[in-house]
Nanobody
Framework: QLHFVESGGGLVQPGGSLKLSCVAS????????MAWFRQAPGKEREGVSC????????NYKDSVKGRFTISRDDAKNTVYLQMDNLKPEDTGTYYC???????????????????WGQGTQVTVSS
């Protein structure tokens, strides 16, 4: 059974920073492409950033490019999301998940499993 534990969220003012962590306790991420998703109240879950296995490449939602940075530490079975210059529209619950890749060897915002952790809440407000 998959089990991810997301952490690092909180309340931050616009322009602030947070670093999210996702630890996979029952799932080895080494061979997997991983992504961060978020869900705002009343909206569908959306992909924010993904990272190919072995950090070969990354992908970002247009609205977070230049502000968010995804990384991974396979030895710690952990994926990170550094979020800088946060905006109110970044507010939501953030989740991590393994995702599929394209034939061109890029990660996609398409989760492999319909299984989600509890997420971590990010609120950007003054």
């Amino acid at each position: 059974q998959l089990h991810f534990v997301e952490s690092g969220g909180g309340l931050v003012q616009p322009g602030g920073s947070l670093k999210l962590s996702c630890v996979a306790s029952t799932f080895g991420i080494f061979h997997n492409h991983m992504a961060w998703f978020r869900q705002a109240p009343g909206k569908e879950r959306e992909g924010v950033s993904c990272i190919y296995s072995r950090s070969a490449s990354t992908n970002y939602k247009d609205s977070v490019k230049g502000r968010f940075t995804i990384s991974r530490d396979d030895a710690k079975n952990t994926v990170y999301l550094q979020m800088d210059n946060l905006k109110p529209e970044d507010t939501g619950t953030y989740y991590c998940a393994p995702v599929f890749s394209s034939p061109q060897a890029t990660c996609l915002f398409k989760p492999v499993y319909d299984t989600w952790g509890q997420g971590t809440q990010v609120t950007v407000s003054s």
